[in-house]
């Protein structure tokens, strides 16, 4: 075993100079490092390897001096073989902090959009699930289940709660509907109408917004604040100017959501107006159909309001 150590000692000591000659030359030829530089080749080849060959040949001169044959063209061949094997562990322990850092990353984005969710959410909202509808689910909440899905695909968990409390507001107001008035009567098929009429424009409303979330679902506008803020002297004027305007396209795009959020804000305080109007309706009473009139003009007028929005 001493014969072996020195011999390999003796084949350290022999291939360390045509290594650093490579590595001058090229370090990343003789650095299993990603950024390598000649320093480094330095320290690897003046000093690290023939240190470590040193100690060998210090522990191999207690059984004398008898180098093996064995042991020489193992030293030949260390460090040829060494350099892609710590070439290849290197690399495999960044992919593991990268992945460490996409779960970590991924897990606090769950946490912030559930929070959001949260936040968005109003107590006591129905959640209404895309993949499995409610039991009878008519045009309305088969269009808000599809228009949530959207939302939902795009990342855009906090838009996607307004499609609960349209659908938590028009199962109330078709409550309602069903108890104060009979389907045949022209009350309730004018009310319903209306009623779907406006949350079928506030599903527009979400289908737009799903669609504009997608076409800037690939700018990652927090990567480019920071790198504008980090090496925003070092960029070249094109660079800085394209970075620039990735930002203004997610400025506009969330100033035109939240214009669509506006809107859809109206249309719920239209339904929770609705919803007031028809619960103080006494059906055996004859100012049940002024208080039923108050509630039908009321959503004419919002109707007539989203007509002239969409139009401009």
Not at 96 to 114: I, M, P, S, T, V
Request: net charge neutral.
């Amino acid at each position: 075993m001493l014969e072996f150590m020195q011999g390999f000692a003796y084949g350290l000591f022999l291939t360390c100079p045509p290594w650093f000659l490579v590595g001058m030359v090229n370090p990343a030829l003789a650095v299993p490092t990603e950024s390598p530089s000649r320093l480094e080749v330095i320290g690897r080849y003046c000093l690290g390897i023939p240190f470590i060959g040193f100690l060998l040949w210090l522990t191999s001169l207690w059984g004398g001096f008898d180098p093996s044959l064995l042991g020489w063209l193992a030293g030949l061949g260390a460090i040829a073989v060494e350099l892609p094997l710590e070439r290849s562990w290197r690399r495999w322990r960044v992919r593991r902090r990268h992945q460490r850092l996409e779960a970590l990353r991924a897990d606090e984005a769950a946490k912030q959009r559930a929070q959001v969710e949260r936040e968005a959410r109003e107590s006591g909202v129905a959640i209404l699930d895309p993949d499995r509808p409610p039991a009878g689910a008519d045009d309305v909440i088969l269009a808000l289940c599809q228009a949530k899905r959207g939302l939902e695909n795009v990342g855009r968990l906090d838009l996607a709660t307004q499609a609960d409390r349209l659908y938590s507001r028009y199962a109330n107001v078709a409550d309602l509907l069903d108890a104060r008035f009979s389907p045949s009567e022209l009350a309730y098929a004018r009310s319903r109408g209306l009623v779907s009429e406006v949350c079928l424009g506030a599903v527009d409303n979400l289908t737009a917004m799903a669609n504009q979330a997608q076409g800037v679902a690939g700018v990652d506008s927090d990567f480019v604040r920071r790198r504008l803020d980090r090496e925003g002297k070092r960029l070249s004027v094109a660079e800085r100017v394209a970075l620039k305007r990735r930002l203004e396209l997610v400025d506009e795009t969330e100033r035109h959501l939240r214009e669509l959020t506006a809107r859809n804000e109206s249309a719920l305080t239209v339904l929770d107006d609705t919803a007031v109007a028809l619960s103080r309706v006494q059906t055996d009473r004859p100012q049940a159909s002024v208080a039923a009139d108050q509630a039908l003009s009321d959503l004419r007028r919002f109707i007539e309001r989203a007509e002239r929005y969409g139009r401009s």
